[in-house]
């Protein structure tokens, strides 16, 4: 089957200007993540979606940040405006478990290196 | 805050000897995940332990859940170059969320 599929692979855009990251999870994916990593940091929590809508967004910086999923297929996030501190490694993934969780753990995306100059 | 620490952050060993990387917390998990993680490239599961004490082989790689199931270790016997990479553990608490550690970039010297 295929992979979780994220693109842009990288993306530099300058402060102020708007961003927007794509993810197509493995179908048949109820469930899709969003996490980032910011260099030299852990890989954090931003938001969780079943199906089309959002089980948890507490991981979300602030209201810059704008997830969708619309039809429950694949899921946008859009950064605008971006500022310096959102650079990172923008990770999706999906799992297919009920309730979210899976033994057999999220399946990740390659990610989306975000740089904003 | 970072729940789960992880050591050592860095280790490079010669291929045939062995090592370990621990993942130590003070909180507990219901269960705890590792992955190993490659440049340019996502996390990649290598295995889920739910149970305090649990033990899990992967041919050279063993994984152990702590008793009190808010520590786990991963021992890679007789590495090869193949294993280098970025070993991260992740543990679930009463919800769907992954905590990361930093993780641990292995290198293992032909």
């Known amino acids: 089957e295929a992979g979780v599929t994220q693109f842009p692979s990288h993306s530099v855009i300058e402060k102020g200007q708007t961003v927007t990251l794509r993810c197509d999870p493995i179908s048949g994916h109820d469930n899709l993540y969003w996490y980032r990593r910011v260099m030299g940091k852990e890989i954090k929590f931003l938001l969780h979606f079943v199906k089309e809508s959002k089980q948890d967004e507490s991981g979300m910086p602030n209201n810059r940040f704008l997830a969708e999923r619309t039809g429950g297929t694949y899921s946008t996030l859009k950064v605008q405006p971006a500022e310096l501190e959102d650079s990172g490694v923008y990770f999706c993934?999906?799992?297919?478990?009920?309730?979210?969780?899976?033994?057999?753990?999220?399946?990740f995306g390659s990610g989306t290196r975000l740089t904003v100059v | 805050t970072q729940l789960l620490e992880q050591s050592p952050q860095f280790l490079s060993i010669q291929e045939g000897e062995n090592l370990t990387v621990y993942c130590n917390s003070s909180?507990?998990?219901?269960?705890l995940q590792w992955y190993r993680q490659e440049p340019g490239e996502g996390p990649v599961l290598l295995v889920t332990v739910v149970t305090g004490g649990e033990v899990k082989k992967l041919k050279r790689l063993t994984f152990q859940f702590g008793d009190a199931r808010k520590d786990s270790s991963l021992h890679i016997t007789a590495a090869q170059p193949g294993d280098t990479g970025l070993y991260l553990c992740a543990g679930r608490s009463n919800d769907y969320k992954l905590s990361f550690g930093a993780g641990t970039t292995v290198t293992v010297r032909a």
């Open positions: 993934a999906s799992s297919q478990e009920a309730g979210g969780f899976s033994y057999y753990g999220y399946t």
């Open positions: 909180s507990v998990f219901s269960s």
